[in-house]
């Protein structure tokens, strides 16, 4: 556990385990298959400490349970940010875990509601509260619990009209594509392929610049190192998925949209993007363990966006709505990219726009 929650499961190896744990590498064999039969066993257990900690929320109203159930994740995290570090990178390579640990936070939600939780409410609540849970553990970013609360019950955007029309309506406008690309646009969209289909460790250089038909001494001319490079094409992935965003987001001659509108047509465009450019993801959520201050930089665009909207954000303070906004975002984005699913995207979002306007006081 301590060696996977100080370093990538790629460079993590059996010597090093067994020399960790004084012991020999035929020691290991005895028990372990191989170091993912390890790796499974502590996510398992992990999943274990979270169930407990979670799956019997404490009070005699829904609104006490709700407020039980979110201090519980919130400070699971903080007390055991390592193994919540490990998870993180587990439930993305074996992503069976991540669809055991919704089921766990499901039947969590559903024992505070009272009742059975949809995907929508997940996405809403353990979307939010997740990613601010995880930031606040792992990145020490200020989200204030308290507001956490107050967002769950009452909504952000309280009593906001929405148009579906204009959220939903329209047609998205794709990005620009060139023409003519030079050499390092050439091996960036190579790269983009590869790491998207293959992942990071599993993709090298050459593959890269033969994809982009051009030799390794090119690589090196516009690259110091494949760490660089990947950098690199975060910032694209970044880039393109908030310009497609932005381009589409309000029609030209038509009236401005409502921060929820806003925020609900956000969404709508993400998963659009999604099924447009399925490489985009993946990278992003690899980049969490390989290059995590390349991520802080992708997430840090993003914010910078949305404090540039400051209105609508209730009682909360703008960086704990921030937050709870991009947890949304990215657990929807988990679902559709990894999973395939939701099926209906616009139910779920048109669903998730009426927690965000009233919060669970207007669903209960």
């Known amino acids: 556990m301590k060696l996977f929650a100080g370093k990538w499961y790629g460079i993590v190896s059996v010597a090093e385990i067994c020399r960790a744990a ?5 020691v290991f064999y005895r028990y372990f298959r191989n170091k993912e039969a390890l790796f499974r066993r502590i996510l398992g257990q992990v999943l274990d400490m979270i169930r407990e900690a979670v799956e019997r929320p404490q009070g005699a109203t829904p609104r006490e349970r709700l407020r039980w159930f979110v201090d519980a994740i919130v400070a699971f995290s903080a007390a055991h940010a390592d193994l919540v570090s490990v998870f993180r990178e ?12 919704v089921e766990v936070y499901m039947r969590g939600l559903g024992a505070a509601l009272g009742r059975e939780a949809g995907l929508p409410e997940y996405l809403f609540c353990l979307g939010g509260v997740r990613f601010c849970a995880v930031r606040r553990a792992l990145q020490s970013v200020a989200v204030s619990v308290e507001d956490l609360h ?12 929405c148009d579906a029309a204009r959220v939903f309506g329209g047609s998205a406008v794709p990005l620009p594509v060139a023409l003519e690309e030079g050499a390092r646009e050439r091996l960036l969209r190579s790269g983009k ?25 090119a690589f090196y001319t516009y690259f110091d190192s494949k760490e660089a490079f990947y950098a690199e094409v975060i910032r694209l992935v970044s880039h393109e998925v908030r310009s497609f965003i932005a381009r589409n987001l309000a029609a030209d001659g038509a009236p401005p949209l409502n921060r929820l509108e806003r925020e609900m047509r956000g969404l709508w465009l993400w998963i659009v993007y ?15 363990f390989v290059l995590p201050a390349a991520v802080k930089e992708y997430y840090g665009a993003f914010e910078e966006g949305y404090r ?3 209105e609508g954000n209730g009682d909360a303070d703008q960086g704990t709505a921030i937050e709870f906004l991009l947890g949304v975002a990215h657990y929807f984005g988990i679902e559709v990219a990894f999973e395939g699913s939701p099926g209906n995207a616009r139910a779920a979002i048109e669903a998730i726009g009426r927690l965000l306007a009233g919060g669970f006081s207007s669903w209960l």
Request: charged share 25%; hydrophobic share 35%.
């Open 274 to 288: 999604l099924s447009i450019d399925r490489h985009c993801y993946p990278i992003v959520r690899e980049a969490e």
């Open 90 to 101: 587990g439930q993305y390579r074996f992503f069976e875990f991540e669809h055991r640990l």
């Open 193 to 217: 392929r590869l790491f998207g289909e293959k992942g990071y460790f599993e993709t090298n250089i050459h593959e890269v610049t033969g994809g982009a038909g051009l030799s390794v001494g």
């Open 22 to 26: 004084d012991l020999s590498n035929g």
């Open 308 to 310: 540039k909207n400051p």
């Open 150 to 161: 107050g967002i769950i019950w009452s909504g952000l955007f309280r009593g906001a009209p």
